[in-house]
């Protein structure tokens, strides 16, 4: 294709020139160069327009090539009104600039990369579009991919990406930390819902949560709960679990895990019939997702919740207050963590020192006391 850039070397008059293909085209300086985007070629998809470039609003304007580089891609540096209309008439034209062509001489795509464990999830609506908010006000792309709980698709799929982005973020990664620093060899790394020593890492705080969600049972009565655990390769279920054992165990309650399980509504169903058999008053799931999926198999088993059993998620995803009972959770602030981590990768701020907001506990209607 015409955007095929194979190289950018400097002439002997302090010029540059930028190769695509058999298209040599000459300027003052790299950022000239990488402006270019070479004239289009008709690529046989029906009776579509080729895109703009700048030789179009060149011709349309009078100037030359470079000048409406300059107008472009360095404000100021050109007459004002000239300024003006090379940017009117880009408008008119359509023209978006080519972002790999910006990379060559920058190194910066201005795209970011993030990757999910599952993207069916409604745990990460909140994170994507807090993530969204940042790239897109700083006028950059955000690439969504999933591993879907495979490491070694996550693996792959990250290499991939870190080719053609400035930067990627790892939300809730099933990787090894080696492997997470071997990435962020290659470009910078953001992890969520993960802590990984030397690399910026957005964990949100789950004590808050925990401890008010254990007080709340402990107040209804409950002294014996169980722990529906997420996959064993989650780092957060580890960190849920971990916590939830010190907080019940400070507070008298008998606590059991049990899993792992798949951590969705089917993951929760599967696991009702050991909840039942450990003769525990109450549940907190791992997520909404494995929450719910219990609710729901109450429901079909004549379990009465929260009479016969108080269910307590975590996340508060979208939703988890339409059900019936309403869903008692706790809530993780996953647009903060989004929007943190954008703007890390999208600032290149250096920073290795855990970001952690707090989980809040939030009482609905799917907790009582014991009967």
């Known amino acids: 294709m015409i955007d095929r850039l194979e190289q950018l070397y400097p002439l002997e008059s302090n010029g540059y020139r930028a190769c695509a293909g058999d298209a040599i085209i000459e300027s003052t300086g790299p950022e000239e160069a990488a402006m270019a985007d070479f004239p289009a070629v008709e690529m046989g998809f029906g009776n579509r327009k080729p895109p703009a470039t700048i030789y179009d609003i060149a011709r349309q304007t009078g100037v030359s090539p470079s000048t409406v580089s300059r107008a472009l891609n360095k404000p100021g540096r050109i007459n004002v009104k000239t300024e003006q209309r090379i940017r009117d008439a880009a408008a008119s034209l359509g023209y978006r ?11 910066r795509t201005g795209t970011l990369g993030l990757m999910l464990s599952d993207i069916t999830n409604p745990v990460y609506f909140d994170l994507i579009r807090g ?15 999933e591993s879907q709980e495979a490491v070694e698709r996550e693996l792959d799929d990250a290499e991939r990406l870190l080719t053609s982005v400035d930067g990627l973020i790892l939300v809730a990664s099933r990787l090894h930390d080696e492997q997470i620093i071997e990435l962020s060899a290659v470009k910078p790394v953001v ?3 993960r802590l990984v020593e030397g690399i910026a890492s957005m964990v949100p705080d789950v004590v808050p949560g925990l401890s008010d969600a254990v007080t709340h049972l402990a107040e209804l009565g409950h002294r014996s709960i169980a722990y529906l655990a997420g996959p064993s390769a989650s780092w957060m279920n580890a960190v849920r679990w971990q916590t939830l054992f010190h907080l019940a165990g400070q507070a008298g309650i ?18 009702l019939p050991r909840v039942v058999a450990s003769g525990v008053t109450a ?3 791992y997520n909404d997702l494995m929450a719910l999926g219990v609710l729901r198999s109450c429901r079909e088993e004549g379990i009465l919740v929260p009479d016969r059993l108080s269910i307590i998620g975590f996340d508060d995803i979208f939703g988890a207050d339409l059900t019936t009972p309403a869903l008692t959770t706790i809530r993780s ?4 963590l989004g929007e943190t981590a954008a703007r ?9 020192i855990p970001v952690s907001p707090p989980t809040v506990f939030v009482s609905r209607a799917s907790t009582a006391a014991v009967r």
């Open 333 to 336: 602030p996953l647009a903060q």
């Open 191 to 193: 992890v969520v819902n």
């Open 97 to 107: 600039a080519n972002p790999m062509a910006r990379a060559l001489p920058t190194g």
């Open 131 to 145: 993530a969204e908010r940042v790239t897109s006000a700083a006028g950059q792309t955000l690439v969504l991919a």
């Open 283 to 285: 549940v907190i799931a």
């Open 254 to 271: 008998s606590l059991v895990e049990i899993g792992p399980g798949s951590p969705t509504m089917a993951g929760g169903s599967a696991l």
């Open 344 to 352: 890390v990768l999208s600032d290149r701020s250096e920073t290795s």
